[in-house]
């Protein structure tokens, strides 16, 4: 997917904002072939020639909502994670956190991305930023104080795994909750993993 042509976009602007939540909608309620532009153009509250004057079609549209979740998803999730702290299961839970974040602010970003962005996720993610993985996963992380029968991308791999579904019944689950009831019911459930983890991995 060629992502250049959105970075003139205003990811900020209000009405951009108004196109690409309605698009969230549309599309996931819809097939792509029955998706209308003009739902979108009624439901954003804006004229047809400002749709068009950002994207040149329904499917430029549509390519610019999987890069916008991709976008804000990645970008979001980078600028909440602390860096400097070498925790692996805070980094995770400052991951997730910031990915609930984002969901509850778009409420059907989860569902588009759940019916369309599978296919295009590992693409995005190597075009907007190819080393997030690694860095999540490996930078300045320290595991010395793991039993010392754990292997390390083991417990990694169970961790991401277990979590992943639980993000996922917690976005299903969140249907018509505000975002901040979303963040802090979910919250809890997330340290009663992550406290779980470090009992069985930790000394």
Not at 87 to 97: E, G, K, N, T
Not at 107 to 134: H, V
Not at 156 to 162: D, G, P, Q
Request: charged residues 30%; aromatic residues 12%.
């Amino acid at each position: 997917m060629d992502t250049e042509r959105f970075d003139h976009i205003d990811l900020q602007n209000e009405k951009v904002l108004r196109i690409v939540n309605c698009g969230f909608e549309v599309f996931a309620k819809n097939s792509f072939e029955k998706a209308s532009t003009n739902l979108i153009v009624e439901n954003a509250e804006i004229s047809r020639g400002l749709l068009y004057h950002y994207f040149r079609n329904k499917k430029e549209l549509f390519e610019f909502l999987l890069y916008f979740s991709g976008k804000k998803i990645i970008s979001n999730m980078v600028d909440s994670v602390d860096w400097s702290n070498t925790d692996f299961l805070l980094r995770v839970r400052q991951a997730l956190i910031s990915k609930i974040e984002t969901l509850a602010e778009y409420p059907y970003l989860y569902e588009f991305c759940d019916k369309y962005a599978r296919d295009y996720a590992e693409e995005l993610a190597q075009k907007l930023m190819p080393d997030i993985s690694s860095r999540l996963f490996k930078e300045n992380l320290d595991f010395s104080q793991l039993r010392k029968e754990v292997d390390v991308e083991l417990m990694k791999s169970t961790i991401v795994n277990a979590l992943s579904k639980l993000i996922t019944k917690i976005l299903k689950d969140g249907t018509g909750l505000s975002k901040t009831d979303i963040v802090l019911r979910e919250t809890a459930e997330i340290d009663r993993y992550l406290e779980f983890f470090r009992t069985v991995f930790y000394m």
